[in-house]
């Protein structure tokens, strides 16, 4: 803003432009109009080389993120791609070094049907990408409407919002748990209601059968809501108020200044924690282990749970580490659209 | 210009050789080159040299209080009788974290100095020929073979050459029965066949009172092979064949035994459909709450639990019943089998030698000696491996430790197969997949051949 006066007022070239972070303004003094010191610009040195040396950034800085990227992220990720071209189990785990080379089978095999345990891993593909896809539907707006009802002052609305937390913070097994003490078949509190209501049969069965799905959503919504509240909540308070006036004063009503002004500059936000979250939900392994055990029913064998049992139950690893990396493949397609919007962000700002 | 391009590569150059050596040292601690205790410890060292050995056990979920209580004596025992030697001891929950944890071990080759495994894990930890095969010196280091029961022996290892496993203790399987039901329904003795079992649970069964003859869980990921096993050698058939290179699951027996188990269910209707979901712990709970008759396939690690609960003084043990529904003596090729070879077995991986090796065979002698057998059996009621752990010893010498001695007596061995792991884990979901099918209306028993087919075709696709 005060350049904006300034360029205004014509009595300067706009030498400080400012940014706004937090509340605080910050100063941003381009390069070119640094202040020099004894003939030379501060922080450069009379030398050409050494001119271009200071100027570069210092990459070397980098090297013990990048050793530990190296041993954390790369070297198990070679490892993985070597495993699955491997016959790794429990005849060859000791020596895993000189496990028989078998190309593409693990591959053929992970797409191959007929899995006698649970589903198969196509089949499991499909579980993870509708119950993640399923689940974000659901909690998209549970988390909206939670974070307008609280975005306003109210009396006693640090301790709703503190409420609003608690299925986040609580640890997932314990969720889990819950959730497998409320659908349990007969005596589940879930079951017991929906006889007294007279909606469904006391016998009816969450925890295997094809509802076992819709327990997992069930459970996965309740405890993951507050991610998409939290995130929106967030992006509210860098709405101005000053729009909603003027929509107001323009005769906008709440419905038409909520599609009009707030979901418009949710969108970049929104869309972030839609991502964030399908991919959160893919990922999810100890949801459905500790709500369902092994074997889960095939249609709540997420591809995790399905990939853990193959590798540590059945000493599979080959199968599993194909398995693992047709995940990758497929994580990759939202990933690809969550990098490039955060380098369209980049670009915009 | 060139100087600034000569040094921009002269810097890429370092960046590159410290990434190089970066990575390659990084490598080399993830693989051999890293020292572990054992390592450390093995070797020619002098005799002084102060030795750390690691036990790896299953935690008494039970009584995990008890147990650690018992280890921290029979450590500080064993340390002050062998100077030099200290003992840590750490535990696994579950069948998952003692197989991620044997894997890791073996693959990394370093982990635990001594791994405590379950009879019908032994197989596999066999094929890995990632453990230390017991020599005949080591048997007599530990007090001979001729010390511990004959039938733990025979899930030592494929051969008595090529044994892995030292029997620690053992957990064969019984009926248990509610005695106070029994009386109510009129029933005098606990069934001997499989048809006395099924009209006795009939007559304990009133779902109005939410009583029911039996339980089962075939949501379990290992239960439902116990049985299945148990029924399939009955009616004269195995899980494979003898040579263990052939998988049979599809057999007639096979598919007779797992259709009569769900028949409980859907035939006679013994047990309450919400078994359907039920895993172990929730099996026990129904048992616990004195509204179940008959609990089957169960160890004394059980009275601990049972103690504490409303049916602790109406609980007692029998052996299973041994003749196959509808049948008055056992099938052509049928055998008697009451129980499988069932119980704990320590392991030492073949990554541990010299003075380490030799600790860990001192501390399997020290535990499977007669007054550590029976500290077990008093902490926590595993049965001890030990045959003279019983002479002389008045907490052993009850009917039902009895009636559990006479199982152990006819108990018979598992295929010795490093594929029974994952056979395990397959039957497991096969019986899930039919429980589902029971729970969705959808059942049809002529699945029940057409799944085991499918899984006999993993089986086998995992033998060697």
Known sequence: MA?????????????????????????VVPARERPEVGGSTIGLTQSGGRRRMASRPPFWMMVPAVLLLLMIVVTPFLLSIYTSFIKLDQYTIANWTRAPWVGLENYVTAFSQGNALGASALQSVWVSVTFSLATTLIITPVGIVAALLVNKPFRGRGAVRAMFLI??????????????????????????MLANLHLASLNTFWLIGPKSFWAMVIADVWASWPFIYLMVLAGLQGISEELYESAWLDGATHWRSFFSITLPMLRPILGLALLLSTLNHFNNFTLPFVMFGTPPAPQADVLPLNVYITSFQTFNFGLGAAMSLLTLIIMMVPAFFYIRMLRLGEATS | MVMSQRNSRFRMGQVLTVLTLGTAVTLTGCGGGTVSPNQANGGSGSSQTPITIHVFVGKDTAQPQAQVQLYHKLTKEFEQSNPGITVRWSTYASASEENTTLQTSLATKQGPDIFELGSTIVPTASATNGFHVLTTQDWLALGGRSKFFPAQLTMSGPSSSQDIGVPEYMLPFDLVYNKKLFT??????????????????????????????????????????????????????????????????????????????????????????????????????????GRIGMLVMQGPTLMPSLNTSPVKNDYAFAPMPTIPYGMTSLPAGGVPVETFVSGQYLCIPNYVTGQTLQATLKWLKFVTQVPQQQAFFQAYGYMPANLNAYNNYAPLDTPTMKSFVTAEKNAYPTPFSGAWGNLEVIYGGVASKVANEIATNSYNAANIGKYLKTANAQVQASLQ
């Open chain 1, 3 to 27: 350049s904006k006066w300034a360029a205004e007022l014509g009595c300067l070239r706009p030498l400080v432009t400012s940014i706004e972070v937090g509340g605080v303004t910050v100063a």
């Open chain 2, 184 to 289: 109510q329904a009129g029933i005098q003795s606990p069934p001997t066949t499989w048809t006395e079992f099924v009209q006795d649970a009939q007559k304990m069964t009133d779902p109005a009172k939410h009583q029911w003859g039996t339980v089962m869980d075939p949501s379990d990921p290992y239960d439902p092979w116990h049985i299945g096993w148990v029924l399939t050698k009955q009616l004269g058939g195995d899980f494979l064949s003898s040579d263990a290179k052939t998988a049979t699951l599809n057999s007639q027996a096979s598919v007779q035994a797992l259709t009569f188990w769900f028949d409980w269910l859907t035939q006679f209707h013994i047990v309450s459909p919400n078994s359907l979901t039920y895993k172990s712990a929730d099996e026990l709970h129904a048992f616990e709450s």
């Open chain 1, 167 to 192: 299925p986040y913070v609580l640890p997932v097994f314990v969720n889990a748990i819950m959730w497998r003490l409320l659908f349990m078949n007969g005596w589940g509190l879930v079951d017991q």
